[in-house]
């Protein structure tokens, strides 16, 4: 199966389309695809525990669900180090031991590795 990640920059201000991301990511996993996501720019609020149980789409669902679906799958979360610093954004302010903080290499890296890349 091709692995596919899904560049996340849209964040709570744009439900519909932050839910999007994460529906087809786990569309990807519940079809046998690895599937990595990294969230940067407004996006890394995502990962906010309000966040995630508030968040609902039109049409695309709940953010909580979407996220429960590819953590209990093999998904991996990383998330800008640099985007969460410059949003004021602590580890702590986060949920616990899903993703790894990373800087921009990463996204350079995770682009080559993986066979698609899809951005929201």
């Not at 596919?4 to 744009?14: E, F, K, R, W």
């Not at 995502?46 to 149980?53: E, I, K, M, V, Y």
């Not at 789409?57 to 669900?65: K, W």
């Not at 702590?92 to 890296?109: C, I, N, T």
């Amino acid at each position: 199966m091709a692995k596919l990640l899904v560049h996340v920059t849209c964040g709570p201000n744009d439900p519909t389309r932050a839910a999007l991301a994460f529906l087809v990511a786990r569309t990807a996993q519940e079809e046998g695809h690895p599937v990595t996501l990294f969230l940067a720019g407004d996006a890394v609020h995502l990962l906010r525990p309000a966040t995630l149980d508030a968040l609902q789409g039109l049409g695309t669902g709940r953010l909580r669900e979407h996220y429960d679906a590819l953590r209990a799958g093999s998904a991996q979360f990383y998330l800008s180090g640099m985007s969460s610093a410059a949003r004021g954004l602590a580890v702590s302010d986060l949920v616990q031991g899903s993703f790894e903080l990373v800087k921009p290499d990463v996204l350079v890296r995770l682009t080559f590795e993986n066979d698609r890349v899809l951005s929201y």
